[in-house]
């Protein structure tokens, strides 16, 4: 039964750490907005060219035209498939999105597995290679969940293993890598490895459904040492990402959004006036050196 409990630990603290980050992200102060057009949220055909609002006649009396779907379309093109790198580095991109393309499978993969638990409390019968069932919605999530979970373990298990070796060995990538990245990329690939060590033993994810079906009923969870290995490594990895750099999947979207495309008009009586009054009036700490922030100090030195 602990490790149901841990298992709840771990997918509460991974949801409630992510949330906190995005909270603090929220509250930050305003950053230095870059405004670098193209702008997608520009709509018509501004938003491809590198036009903006600016060019209308008397633009600050007409109300606000957003493009959101723009804007929401040019994220998705970064998140799901890492559209900067791949134009700036193509050689990395392969590496890089082999690790991302395999998380998101995996996560494609808890679905399935959580859809094939449901499918069997419910009646339905999932079967295995050497019985496939006449259920057709059955077969479907089995090879779906197959075919999704043995891709995503080995693309991320490649991606993590070659970037900690490309960092290893690269005298370019080693010297700005610190010690916690390639901490972060063998702990990706300790858990995947766990896994695999599992999979190898039951290849239709059985013993997936059995820990959804655990989950779903709060019942304890039947784990060998191998499975029990892979499921604390799993849940320790759920709870140490959101409170890492790999969190940049909640700072994208505030990258985006609120650094590279925020050209919100400073009008007055705006909110962004409030905003831009609020940042100008922000005080340094009375600890900073900088002879333009602190002369007292630099004459202490002296």
């Given at each position: 039964?602990?490790?149901?409990?841990?298992?709840?630990?771990?997918?509460?603290?991974?949801?409630?750490?992510?949330?906190?980050?995005?909270?603090?992200?929220?509250?930050?102060?305003?950053?230095?907005?870059?405004?670098?057009?193209?702008?997608?949220?520009?709509?018509?055909?501004?938003?491809?060219?590198?036009?903006?609002?600016?060019?209308?006649?008397?633009?600050?009396?007409?109300?606000?035209?957003?493009?959101?779907?723009?804007?929401?379309?040019?994220?998705?093109?970064?998140?799901?498939?890492?559209?900067?790198?791949?134009?700036?580095?193509?050689?990395?991109?392969?590496?890089?999105y082999?690790?991302?393309?395999?998380?998101?499978?995996?996560?494609?993969?808890?679905?399935?597995?959580?859809?094939?638990?449901?499918?069997?409390?419910?009646?339905?019968?999932?079967?295995?290679?050497?019985?496939?069932?006449?259920?057709?919605?059955?077969?479907?999530?089995?090879?779906?969940?197959?075919?999704?979970?043995g891709?995503?373990?080995?693309?991320?298990?490649?991606?993590?293993?070659?970037?900690?070796?490309?960092?290893?060995?690269?005298?370019?990538?080693a010297?700005?890598?610190?010690?916690?990245?390639?901490?972060?990329?063998?702990?990706?690939?300790?858990?995947?490895?766990?896994g695999?060590?599992?999979?190898?033993?039951?290849?239709?994810?059985?013993y997936?459904?059995?820990?959804?079906?655990?989950?779903?009923?709060?019942?304890p969870?039947?784990?060998?040492?191998?499975?029990?290995?892979?499921?604390?490594?799993?849940?320790?990895?759920m709870?140490?990402?959101?409170?890492?750099?790999?969190?940049?999947?909640?700072?994208?979207?505030?990258?985006?959004?609120?650094?590279?495309?925020?050209?919100?008009?400073?009008?007055?009586?705006?909110k962004?006036?409030?905003?831009?009054?609020?940042?100008?009036?922000?005080?340094?700490?009375?600890?900073?050196?900088?002879?333009?922030?602190?002369?007292?100090?630099?004459?202490?030195?002296?």
């Amino acid at each position: 039964m602990l490790l149901t409990v841990f298992v709840y630990v771990s997918i509460l603290a991974f949801i409630g750490l992510s949330l906190y980050k995005a909270y603090q992200y929220a509250k930050m102060p305003m950053h230095g907005r870059w405004e670098l057009y193209p702008v997608p949220k520009e709509p018509g055909g501004k938003g491809h060219y590198g036009g903006s609002y600016y060019e209308d006649l008397e633009w600050w009396n007409k109300p606000r035209e957003v493009s959101h779907a723009g804007e929401i379309i040019d994220m998705l093109k970064e998140m799901l498939f890492i559209k900067n790198l791949f134009i700036n580095q193509r050689r990395q991109w392969w590496l890089s999105y082999a690790l991302h393309l395999g998380i998101y499978l995996l996560g494609l993969w808890t679905v399935l597995l959580a859809v094939g638990a449901i499918t069997e409390l419910s009646g339905l019968t999932l079967s295995t290679p050497e019985g496939v069932s006449n259920n057709a919605w059955a077969s479907l999530v089995y090879y779906a969940t197959f075919i999704s979970g043995g891709a995503g373990a080995l693309l991320l298990g490649f991606g993590s293993l070659s970037l900690f070796l490309k960092r290893c060995f690269n005298n370019t990538f080693a010297k700005y890598t610190t010690p916690q990245e390639y901490f972060n990329l063998f702990f990706l690939f300790a858990v995947v490895a766990s896994g695999m060590v599992v999979w190898s033993a039951d290849p239709g994810f059985n013993y997936g459904r059995e820990i959804m079906k655990a989950l779903f009923t709060f019942s304890p969870i039947q784990a060998d040492t191998a499975l029990t290995i892979h499921i604390l490594l799993l849940g320790a990895v759920m709870i140490y990402i959101p409170q890492t750099k790999m969190s940049h999947y909640v700072g994208k979207y505030f990258a985006f959004h609120k650094v590279l495309w925020d050209n919100e008009p400073n009008l007055r009586n705006s909110k962004m006036e409030s905003i831009v009054k609020e940042a100008i009036s922000y005080k340094p700490k009375a600890s900073w050196s900088a002879p333009h922030i602190n002369p007292a100090a630099q004459q202490e030195k002296k």
